[in-house]
């Protein structure tokens, strides 16, 4: 007959220590996770998701020209960006330069191919699948 052990004792609760906040690691990102899309998705729940109306949807808005001036994607306002409202930096624009072409000496533009190029002769791509299954056979040996 097995013995029966005596049930193990509970630690006091007097004896644990309060919590106390790690100490700030200068290396963590720094997240602020409070604003989610879900919540986003919430306060936009019956509105437009193109300019914010609640007299149309984003389907019946024609929105798909406009340009965001946060984020710079089409299709939106900066009104009822998600990317402005979850705090992210606004985008950077590029300026369009006005230099000059670099050009690279010694190296010739490719020769202009004709309008129609031939299609591929059966007989030199069935040469070429032998060839390729030779190797395939060589190299599989080798294993």
Request: charged share 15%.
């Amino acid at each position: 007959m097995p013995t029966i052990l005596p049930p193990a004792p509970h630690p006091s609760t007097a004896s644990i220590t309060p919590f106390a906040p790690p100490a700030h690691d200068p290396n963590a990102m720094e997240v602020d996770a409070t604003k989610s899309r879900l919540d986003w998705t919430r306060m936009m729940a019956g509105k437009c998701y193109g300019c914010g109306s609640t007299q149309h949807t984003k389907a019946n808005g024609n929105h798909k020209r406009e340009i965001c001036g946060h984020c710079g994607w089409a299709g939106h306002r900066e009104a009822v960006c998600f990317d402005k409202w979850a705090g992210k930096p606004k985008a950077r624009r590029v300026a369009a330069s006005e230099s000059a072409p670099i050009e690279v000496s010694g190296l010739s533009p490719p020769e202009p191919s004709s309008p129609h190029p031939l299609p591929p002769n059966i007989n030199d791509m069935l040469a070429q699948l032998n060839q390729l299954s030779a190797q395939f056979a060589a190299l599989k040996q080798s294993f």
